[in-house]
């Protein structure tokens, strides 16, 4: 009975501002009368607000003192899910939340800047790619966007496997920001406010009531996402000089981590660096190596509506000089790093200049790219080029590259150091385990990239708006997704660098491919409920095709012709009388546009589908043994540890993995065995101790059942 008041009051408190934070029913009826008395000024306000921003779902707060003089408080603002930061993550975050059907409120420092892209305004790449596929197919945003706004698109690593291909789109910085915003702020369910968060409010048993912004007002949800990327407590650096700032020309967030730590979460400091903006009518792009997109255009969406080709940008190829290295070497005391007045550590995968000039000290030269920020502005992106150095020598340093001799700076390059929280503090919903329905997502989890930020994003709206209907919290196993690889990752091992993903950090890249991520995926948002009719639609005829396809080249044979022919002189492999086209297909170097150039494919099948279909075939044996090597290992991997193991008193393992397996409490077998210093051998002993303990478990019970069956009554006996 108490938990039916309780869903009462919750639908209640979502459609009307309530009085108290403290709301019982016992003051029910007194509340309900004041509003009920306030309703005409309440009324008028909702809709002269609505007439400024038709398109932007504003949370209205009014002042009722005027028409309830006997009342000064001012209402309270409930909702289901808070997310806290409008980047990648909270943008995710936000409407996987509010799709679901929770009252979302959407906090962020500057509602012009949601969605922005500080660093290089691009989508996708080796594995990052995978993430953009895996998010389209659970109902996420970043990748039908990134198809919206892009100013180039490559597939990278083609002559290589499946797996490790990776769709990269360069982006309009401007229009991706701006057609992000359009989604967001017309998204029902889903409110926008301008703040700055200083307070996670919290309730009497560690659950999170809200939060309390730096002006002093509060927002209650019993769900509240933290997405911070790099403004909490963030400090920008060019050389010896700093301020405050999450990002260039934007505010740090202050307090929040002071607030956290006093409920005992840990804190570090991390890094990460952009480099300078040239201007494009500047340079002299004759001498430089043209990079082109490619003339046929891949997609991040499966949703074939957002597949809208436009005409492509030329980015360019320069390197560094014998004098880029010299200047560099010259003043390594002048950047933040090497002067020593910043200790945070960066992102290994995407090293400052400096640094691959000190890593790589016998190479001569390194690649800079130099890549557009949007259609309609001069910026020019110099990648691989970011640097700490004063401002006084970036310019100088710029002009020692070829093409860039003459160039004018628009925007200097920068380091930024942040605040984040290991994320071993997160189970692998991306709840807290400190905080219920405290959940955390992007960079404050240690990560670095728009795509990681996005996967967590959508992870922490679907668990936040769960937790608020009291739903269980979805995990996306290790083996099911990139996506499920990130997170177990960050809340397994002790991350103390900015983490990126990797296919390599992958062990079953193979079955995790981005080409099939909606057969492994769109079945799960469906389930979850944010795949609706038409995208299921789209997805069953899709799967459909691929089925009746591969069954059509298992049955049509070849006997001689053109297409043997050259099948046998691309794979260098004699064609057999007879054989089927899944044979052909199957023969290295032979590819399903080869069937379509000789009459045997199928005008049923989009591009994509026949890219699939192709995989498929060709790959069988390889994604089949990893199948059932996934199917041996899940059972063992999957085992549950109890949340009461008391590690330190388990002397059989080693000091380290007792200490490091307390710290992270993880949750299977699996997962105990990826954390940092546990060996094969502690994970051995831990199985003996947990099947000793069962058998002890078991024992027990047959005890405790043998004393207390009744013994023979006198009569029986007699």
């Not at 981590?257 to 340079?283: C, H, I, M, W, Y």
């Not at 995208?535 to 001689?560: A, C, H, N, P, T």
């Not at 050259?566 to 032979?590: A, R, Y």
Request: charged fraction near 25%.
């Amino acid at each position: 009975m108490a938990t039916t008041i309780y869903l009462h009051i919750t639908r209640f408190a979502s459609q009307f501002p309530i009085l108290s934070s403290h709301f019982t029913p016992r003051v029910f009826a007194k509340q309900r009368h004041q509003l009920l008395n306030c309703r005409p000024t309440l009324r008028f306000q909702i809709s002269h607000a609505l007439s400024r921003s038709p398109r932007r779902g504003y949370s209205v707060s009014a002042s009722t003192s005027q028409d309830c003089s006997n009342h000064s408080d001012t209402f309270d603002e409930r909702y289901d899910v808070i997310v806290v930061g409008g980047g990648h993550a909270g943008c995710e975050a936000a409407l996987a939340s509010a799709r679901l059907g929770a009252k979302t409120l959407l906090l962020t420092l500057n509602i012009d800047r949601i969605a922005w892209q500080p660093c290089n305004p691009a989508v996708g790449g080796p594995a990052k790619s995978q993430l953009v596929h895996e998010v389209d197919a659970l109902g996420g945003e970043i990748g039908k966007v990134a198809d919206r706004c892009y100013l180039q698109k490559r597939v990278l690593n083609v002559s290589r496997g499946p797996a490790v291909r990776a769709l990269r789109a360069q982006t309009d910085k401007r229009e991706y920001a701006s057609e992000m915003k359009k989604i967001v702020e017309s998204a029902p369910n889903l409110s926008i406010r301008e703040a700055m968060v200083t307070d996670i409010l919290v309730g009497k048993n560690d659950n999170v009531e809200g939060v309390r912004t730096f002006f002093g007002m509060s927002f209650y949800a019993p769900s509240v996402v933290l997405t911070t990327g790099t403004f909490m407590s963030g400090k920008i650096w060019v050389g010896r000089n700093s301020m405050p700032a999450g990002r260039a020309g934007e505010s740090a967030s202050l307090g929040l981590t002071e607030n956290l730590q006093q409920f005992g979460f840990e804190t570090d400091r991390l890094k990460t660096g952009t480099p300078a903006r040239v201007d494009s009518r500047t340079v002299d792009f004759s001498g430089l190596e043209p990079q082109h997109g490619d003339e046929e255009v891949s997609w991040f969406s499966f949703d074939p509506a957002y597949h809208i080709t436009r005409e492509q940008m030329c980015c360019y190829l320069t390197r560094t000089t014998k004098k880029t290295h010299q200047l560099i070497k010259e003043n390594l005391h002048e950047t933040p790093t090497y002067g020593g007045w910043v200790e945070a550590k960066g992102p290994r995968y995407c090293p400052s200049i400096e640094d691959k000039i000190v890593r790589f000290e016998d190479k001569e030269s390194h690649q800079i790219f130099l890549e557009p920020e949007g259609r309609s502005v001069p910026d020019l992106y110099v990648q691989g080029f970011s640097t700490g150095l004063p401002e006084r020598l970036q310019l100088p340093l710029l002009r020692t590259l070829p093409g860039l001799e003459n160039c004018s700076m628009l925007r200097p390059a920068y380091a930024v150091e942040y605040d984040y929280l290991p994320a071993y503090q997160c189970f692998r919903s991306l709840m807290t385990k400190k905080l219920e329905g405290l959940f955390f997502s992007g960079q404050i989890n240690g990560t670095t990239g728009y795509e990681e930020a996005a996967a967590q994003g959508i992870v922490s709206g679907i668990n936040a708006a769960r937790h608020a209907d009291g739903k269980s919290l979805i995990v996306l196993e290790r083996e099911s997704s990139y996506i499920g690889t990130l997170i177990d990752d960050l809340v397994t091992k002790d991350l103390r660098e900015p983490y990126r993903m990797l296919t390599s950090r992958s062990e079953h890249r193979l079955i995790l491919r981005s080409d099939n991520a909606d057969s492994r995926l769109t079945p799960v948002g469906r389930e979850i409920g944010l795949i609706d009719d038409d995208r299921w639609k789209l997805y069953q005829d899709k799967q459909s095709r691929i089925s009746e396809e591969k069954k059509r080249l298992k049955i049509v044979r070849v006997s001689g012709g053109d297409l043997a022919a050259e099948v046998s002189e691309v794979s260098g492999q004699p064609v057999k009388d007879s054989s089927t086209l899944e044979t052909l297909l199957k023969k290295p170097h032979v590819q399903y546009k080869l069937l379509d150039k000789h009459g045997f494919g199928s005008d049923l099948l989009s591009r994509i589908d026949k890219e699939c279909v192709e995989t498929d075939i060709k790959y069988e044996g390889f994604i089949v043994r990893q199948q059932q090597q996934l199917q041996q290992m899940v059972h063992k991997q999957h085992k549950r540890l109890p949340e009461d193991l008391d590690y330190y008193a388990m002397t059989t393992l080693s000091n380290e993995s007792r200490e490091k397996l307390s710290k992270v409490r993880p949750q299977t077998i699996g997962q105990a065995s990826r954390v940092g210093g546990v060996s094969p051998a502690d994970i051995t002993a831990l199985l003996i101790i947990l099947e000793s303990n069962r058998r002890k478990d078991n024992e027990q019970k047959r005890h405790e059942m043998t004393v207390t069956q009744p013994g023979p009554t006198k009569e029986a006996v007699a």
